[in-house]
């Protein structure tokens, strides 16, 4: 069977997406929305730098809820417009179409999430008889199905630390690293990211998930987090910082469990590899670490590396993946929000060819 599929936005992880759709032999490409003027009117298959595909791009968002479609794939950046990205995923949910996305991360877990967030989609989903899932990296699979497998494989568990440990010099995404994240800002700034309770508007709903398949009660989630310096200036991928600025961003979010932090999700992420030397890091590069400490005590390591090496590509393509796996199994769900305990093992099919 092949799933008609309708894709919103073309930033660095909707055009890895659109690449993987049009390639797919179970997925058929039928719609593609997009948010800047340039691309309107360009078939998909120019922006996804493949051959045509006769599906030509539009911001005609009525015209594209009439599509005749099983999915859409939602990719649309949402950092700064959650409620406009629920609005359009709300659309297209009540149209008839179930929806997959990376986009508004609270919705990694919607037990969790603010009740603005999701009630319209709640109710879309009744209104369409449609399902929708948000995934992504970390947020997302990194530390929901992942810890939560290797959990499974415990007769006890006294705490889980998930670890994101990353070089993001060469993510696409300056207005994500200069802006919210605040790296090149004076370390006394308070960017966007570490403004009170941003960090578990974005992070929390892992926490409460985790908390959720151990069958435990959070008492609450703590934030904590530290910056570092750059060096010397820094001639980057992304951008430029000066020396002094922020070039290193460490953070926690502590689920308090029995008085004491134990279901904790942390971020060491550098802008270089000479800053913060001290922080954690693995002999691996950059990679996801999962510590659970129990018995049996378990520590594993994942790497992503794109096709051109690069670990920020591969984590991008691996996010576009989970969502677009899952099609399958989220158009088959009865109506409504799903997280992964809702879904049945999604192994990769068609993925080796």
Known sequence: MKYRVIQWGTGFVGKLALQA????????LVGLVVNSPEKVGRDAGEIAGLPP???AATDDIDAAARIDADAVAYFANADLRPADAVQDMARMLAAGKNVVSSSVVALVYPPSAPPSLVAPLEDACRRGGTSCF????DPGFCNDLIPMTLMGLAARVDTVRIQEILDYSTYPNPFTLFSIMGFGQPLDAEPLLLMRGAL???WGSVVH???????????????VHERRPAPRRLELPVGTIEAGTSAALRFELQGVVGGRPRIIVEHVTRMHPDVAPEWPRSEHGDVYRILIDGDPSITS????RGAD???NS?????TAMRALNAIPAVCAAPPGLLTPFDLPLIAGRHTMR
Do not use: N, Q
């Open 200 to 202: 578990t508007m974005a």
């Open 209 to 223: 998930m985790i908390a959720h398949g151990l069958g435990v009660s959070l008492e609450g989630i703590r934030e």
């Open 301 to 304: 390591e994942i790497a992503f």
């Open 21 to 28: 759709t049009i390639e797919r032999p179970d997925l058929e």
């Open 314 to 318: 591969g984590g991008c393509l691996s």
């Open 53 to 55: 595909t006769g599906v």
């Open 309 to 311: 090496g690069d670990h």
């Open 134 to 137: 948000t995934t992504g990296i």
